[in-house]
């Protein structure tokens, strides 16, 4: 199972990304999903994350700015990032719980940048 993250970028402050991830493999199924991001000297931090029955948490420094959806037709995650602030700028992970021939296990994508300029 690979996770394979994009559309990271430079964006001005108040500015709109959105981040893409797809699974691909041998997946037999993918339950819980989510973003976390990574700022340099700072913990992984949870960004938001969906379950596949379309359960939805964000953390409080996003809420009511970034947007989580899922597309499991294409096995793909977005997050759709509005009003963008320096804070934001971070190094973005996906993760994935995903059923294959191993079981159920967590699967992370590779991280796609994103850098936000005041």
């Known amino acids: 199972v690979q996770l394979q993250a994009s559309g990271g970028g430079l964006v001005q402050a108040g500015g709109s990304l959105r981040l893409s991830c797809a699974a691909s493999?041998?997946?037999?199924?993918?339950?819980?999903m989510g973003w976390f991001r990574q700022a340099p000297e700072n913990r992984r931090e949870l960004v938001a994350t969906?379950?596949?029955?379309?359960?939805?948490y964000y953390s409080d420094s996003v809420k009511g700015r970034f947007t989580i959806s899922r597309d499991d037709a294409e096995n793909t995650l977005y997050l759709q990032m509005n009003s963008l602030k320096s804070e934001d700028t971070a190094d973005y992970y996906c993760?994935?719980?995903?059923?294959?021939?191993?079981?159920?296990?967590?699967?992370w994508g590779q991280g796609t940048q994103v850098t936000v300029s005041s």
């Open positions: 493999g041998n997946i037999f199924g993918i339950s819980e």
């Open positions: 993760r994935a719980k995903t059923r294959s021939v191993s079981g159920w296990r967590f699967y």
């Open positions: 969906i379950t596949n029955g379309e359960d939805i």
